[in-house]
């Protein structure tokens, strides 16, 4: 059965056929097991550096604070790896228990529930366009176009924010599904309380509130919500091609911090193209964003559009 955005994209699919070239699609969309593995490695090798600074020179605020803002950062980059499984390419074979395994123990460090996130992201893409059907747009999106309540996302409050969206989408899902979810968000949830317990018995509640509480509760928020923005908040809803943020290129900032997640328009016209295939993937539609007449934005842009000038979402923000 055709979804709304099988059916909206009918409109420029031709396009982007013409745009790039099969063999170049066909190199895009090749899953390589061992750049994701790297990725990861790269991720934990970093976590490891930079919980040694806090707990070396902990005492350091020119140190544990810009640390903490890191371990953050790569807590909330394990949602991004979350997505990679699935979309189911993180290894070629698509039902692979890879997958299953790898999205169970990527979720928990962000204390997601990976049964819900996979119902949620899959019916993202499935109703995007729709207000009432997508349900990043219908539950998570701020209704309330005030700047106090815009704000409230960059802090622990985007907690019981999240949840509350997860659970009006949930509640339509079959019983079997629902209590698999509650199963799995017991789990982080203990995980998490069970970190925290052991970091401040073993190092000190000092400690424990650097290299867990701030990072998750503090730092987290601010990096979903800034990655967030640039996904469906600036669009042209007068043309499905535009249903999605275009953000200009950044492979020495936002590539690295957000694991390429920052491509998402690219994403969602080929959503089975690897986190690392993304930019070059942006390259190859150069011609297809300039005939369209797409804006590139940056993340500043975008924070000055949606905190300082009130932009409503999901609308054209323009120049």
């Given at each position: 059965m055709a979804t709304n955005w099988d059916?909206?994209?009918?409109?420029?699919?031709?396009?982007?056929?013409?745009?790039?070239?099969t063999?170049?699609?066909r190199a895009l969309h090749q899953v390589t097991p061992w750049?994701?593995?790297?990725?990861v490695l790269r991720?934990?090798?970093?976590?490891?550096?930079?919980?040694?600074?806090?707990?070396?020179?902990?005492?350091?605020?020119?140190?544990?604070?810009?640390?903490?803002i890191v371990i953050g950062f790569i807590v909330f980059d394990f949602t991004v790896l979350v997505h990679e499984v699935v979309h189911a390419i993180v290894v070629p074979k698509r039902d692979s228990r890879w997958h299953a395994w790898l999205g169970h123990l990527y979720a928990v460090p962000s204390g997601l529930s990976f049964s819900q996130f996979r119902r949620?992201?899959?019916?993202?893409?499935?109703?995007?366009?729709?207000?009432?059907?997508?349900?990043?747009?219908?539950?998570?999106?701020?209704?309330?176009?005030?700047?106090?309540?815009?704000?409230?996302?960059?802090?622990?409050?985007?907690?019981?924010?999240?949840?509350?969206?997860?659970?009006?989408?949930?509640a339509d899902y079959p019983a079997d599904l629902r209590q698999r979810i509650a199963w799995e968000r017991r789990g982080a949830i203990l995980f998490h309380l069970g970190l925290a317990a052991l970091l401040?018995?073993?190092?000190?509640?000092?400690?424990?509130l650097k290299l867990h509480v701030l990072p998750v509760f503090f730092v987290f928020p601010v990096a979903f919500t800034i990655n967030r923005l640039g996904q469906h908040y600036d669009v042209d809803p007068s043309d499905p091609a535009q249903w999605?943020?275009?953000?200009?290129?950044?492979?020495?900032?936002?590539?690295?911090?957000?694991?390429?997640?920052?491509?998402?328009?690219?994403?969602?016209?080929?959503?089975?193209?690897?986190?690392?295939?993304?930019?070059?993937?942006?390259?190859?539609l150069g011609g297809f964003f300039d005939a369209h007449a797409m804006r590139r934005r940056t993340y500043g842009g975008l924070l000055w559009d949606w905190l300082v000038r009130n932009r409503v979402p999901h609308t054209r923000w323009g120049a």
């Amino acid at each position: 059965m055709a979804t709304n955005w099988d059916k909206a994209a009918g409109s420029f699919r031709a396009e982007l056929s013409a745009a790039i070239p099969t063999e170049t699609l066909r190199a895009l969309h090749q899953v390589t097991p061992w750049r994701h593995a790297l990725v990861v490695l790269r991720q934990l090798a970093i976590l490891a550096g930079v919980v040694t600074l806090i707990l070396l020179f902990g005492e350091r605020a020119y140190v544990w604070i810009p640390a903490s803002i890191v371990i953050g950062f790569i807590v909330f980059d394990f949602t991004v790896l979350v997505h990679e499984v699935v979309h189911a390419i993180v290894v070629p074979k698509r039902d692979s228990r890879w997958h299953a395994w790898l999205g169970h123990l990527y979720a928990v460090p962000s204390g997601l529930s990976f049964s819900q996130f996979r119902r949620w992201h899959l019916d993202h893409h499935d109703q995007l366009g729709t207000d009432d059907r997508d349900p990043k747009r219908a539950y998570l999106t701020p209704k309330l176009v005030r700047r106090w309540f815009k704000a409230l996302y960059f802090t622990p409050a985007l907690f019981p924010i999240y949840f509350r969206a997860a659970r009006r989408a949930a509640a339509d899902y079959p019983a079997d599904l629902r209590q698999r979810i509650a199963w799995e968000r017991r789990g982080a949830i203990l995980f998490h309380l069970g970190l925290a317990a052991l970091l401040g018995w073993q190092l000190g509640w000092a400690l424990m509130l650097k290299l867990h509480v701030l990072p998750v509760f503090f730092v987290f928020p601010v990096a979903f919500t800034i990655n967030r923005l640039g996904q469906h908040y600036d669009v042209d809803p007068s043309d499905p091609a535009q249903w999605g943020t275009l953000i200009r290129p950044s492979p020495l900032l936002w590539d690295r911090i957000f694991l390429w997640s920052n491509y998402h328009l690219e994403h969602h016209y080929f959503p089975r193209v690897p986190m690392y295939n993304l930019p070059a993937l942006h390259r190859a539609l150069g011609g297809f964003f300039d005939a369209h007449a797409m804006r590139r934005r940056t993340y500043g842009g975008l924070l000055w559009d949606w905190l300082v000038r009130n932009r409503v979402p999901h609308t054209r923000w323009g120049a």
